[in-house]
């Protein structure tokens, strides 16, 4: 009932108004010598606005009907979203490098050690993968032929990435574990994981929307892909057994 009420008000009011407007025009005199409309100021703007109102009236430019304040907030407003973009491309390129060259080195080292052939299979999948994923990732570093691509993404494709402790201390072990079901139970556990990672990384670059053509690309067409891997990865985790 409150919620009918309410609606029932905002239309009695809505349709008072043109009502109250012609009583409020008609209490305002007017004046016996006309004008031309174009150079009439509103006296119901006040002094400031009225001067605004001569100056759109006399071809200025928008901006010129804005304070000095707002004027150097638009000024400023390119620049500033600029370098935040610069920023959110910088980080995202090197969390990519990162994950992509532990999921490659773990790889290559269930390349020659994995024993199901299940999971000698998909390493084989993912060194391909993720080689071709650092090769575009590292092109961001040429503007030449990323004429689009951000400073903070150039900069981080050009410089190597620095991993995490957790993910060092993976990949020590698995170059020192010995081939079996033992080994390949790890490493598929360990790409379930890396993999879930590098989902997440693409859905929160494209969630913060960079604006930049390329690694936005590049994080949709990943984002198909490792969802892919990962219900590959569930599969074989179910036939080695947890």
């Known amino acids: 009932m409150s919620s009918r009420r309410l609606v029932i008000a905002g239309l009695v009011a809505a349709a008072s108004l043109p009502a109250l407007a012609q009583q409020q025009n008609q209490a305002i005199p007017q004046s016996t010598t006309p004008q031309p409309a174009e150079t009439q100021a509103n006296p119901a703007l006040g002094r400031n606005a009225q001067e605004r109102q001569q100056r759109t009236q006399q071809g200025g430019a928008p901006q010129d009907t804005q304070t000095p304040a707002r004027q150097g907030q638009a000024n400023s407003a390119p ?17 990519v490098l990162a994950l992509s060259t532990v999921s490659l080195q773990q790889s290559n080292f269930a390349h020659s050690k994995a ?35 951000t400073q903070g993404a150039r900069q981080s494709a050009a410089t190597a990435p620095e991993l995490p ?21 790890d490493y598929v556990a360990l790409q379930i994981q890396g993999h879930q990672d590098l989902l997440k990384l ?7 929307g960079s604006g930049n053509r390329e690694t936005a690309n590049v994080a ?22 947890k």
């Open 115 to 149: 024993q199901n052939p299940r999971v000698k299979q998909f390493a084989d999948f993912e060194i391909g993968e993720q080689n071709l994923l650092t090769d575009i990732m590292h092109s961001f570093a040429d503007p030449n032929a990323t004429a689009s691509t």
């Open 220 to 241: 949709r067409l990943a984002s198909g892909q490792i969802k892919e891997h990962l219900t590959l990865l569930q599969d074989i985790q179910k036939e080695l057994g």
């Open 202 to 208: 693409q859905e929160s670059y494209l969630k913060q």
């Open 79 to 95: 620049a500033a979203m600029g370098q935040q973009q610069s920023q959110v491309d910088r980080q995202y390129v090197q969390q």
């Open 165 to 185: 402790q957790k993910d060092s201390e993976a990949m020590e072990r698995l170059s020192k574990a010995q081939p079996g079901d033992a080994f390949d139970r």
